[in-house]
């Protein structure tokens, strides 16, 4: 490798260049470019064309001219302006309202959980976890998942699994049918969808939204990672994006790491009669 070669692989920032570019720092950068160099070539046009090359050299190899430009981008950019820019869609909270359909209240009827012995909580019943727990086991079996999701999916073609990132998408060819967290949340979702239709009254009338609400609040309760086999916990983290960060509550497995689940967090409501 050439000297300049080494010398612009040092300077390179991967994680501000190519797929991880933050757009909106890039051409607020190219914007304070195009100004200092407008600004120095009424002093001399040479050195207004100097700033202007090495700015924009400057930003190919580092994602930014200005030091500390993701920071004060996220900080000071508006919410909707970074959201057209971000490459990663953040959790978005649930926009139908909870009266139209209470996931929680559906499972408590089913009998698939119950109130806990210990605490003001939710709790598996246990004939539902144990049942629940055999078929993701069932499931582990590459050639049984591939098969189970084809079936509840009505594929007939042959499906593959592909990893992207924290995502795992299942595809039908060059097709894809479907995106999961984490490989453990798909066995969670696909082990829970042959049990809740014997359980739920009109699964069969439910839309994929309702049944994906089910599926997904299930994973909230699950304790042995249905992956590799370890503890489960629940913690709440910021979650970092080219242009965003946010807090959210995650379920991922201890081991090797599968995310189950991630929802934004939620402030918890002030007591009534608290001091505003």
């Known amino acids: 490798m050439s000297v300049a070669r080494e010398t612009l692989e040092r300077l390179r920032q991967p994680e501000y260049t190519g797929e991880n ?23 001399a046009v040479p050195l207004g064309v100097g700033f202007a ?49 209470d996931p929680e209240a559906v499972l408590l009827e089913a009998g ?8 003001d909580d939710l709790c598996l019943t246990d004939g539902f976890e144990a049942d629940w727990r055999g078929r993701m086991g069932e499931l582990a079996d590459e050639g049984r998942l591939r098969a189970e999701l084809a079936d509840q999916l009505d594929v007939d073609g042959d499906v593959s699994f592909d990893s992207y990132g924290d995502a795992y998408i299942a595809r039908e060819g060059d097709s894809h049918i479907g995106q999961w967290e984490s490989r453990a949340a798909l066995l969670a979702d696909l082990a829970a969808a042959e049990e809740l239709p014997e359980r739920v009254d009109g699964w069969p009338a439910l839309n994929p939204r309702r049944r994906s609400q089910l599926l997904g609040g299930l994973r909230v309760f699950v304790e042995v990672c249905p992956a590799c086999g370890g ?24 081991d090797c790491g599968d995310r189950l689940l991630e929802v934004p967090y939620q402030e918890p409501e002030a007591e009534a009669g608290a001091a505003v």
Do not use: H
């Open 112 to 119: 698939v959980v119950e109130p806990c012995e210990i605490g």
């Open 53 to 101: 090359v090495l700015g924009v050299a400057g930003i190919w190899l580092r994602g930014y001219l200005v030091p500390k430009t993701p920071e004060l981008t996220k900080r000071y950019f508006p919410e909707w302006l970074l959201a057209k820019f971000d490459k990663q869609p953040m959790p978005e909270a649930d926009p139908v309202p909870p009266e139209e359909f």
């Open 21 to 43: 570019r933050c757009t909106p720092c890039t051409v607020a950068n190219l914007c304070i470019t195009a100004v200092g160099a407008a600004v120095l070539s009424v002093v």
């Open 231 to 254: 503890a489960v916990t629940t913690d709440t983290e910021v979650v970092e994006s080219c242009c965003r960060s946010t807090t959210v509550v995650g379920v991922a497995c201890d």
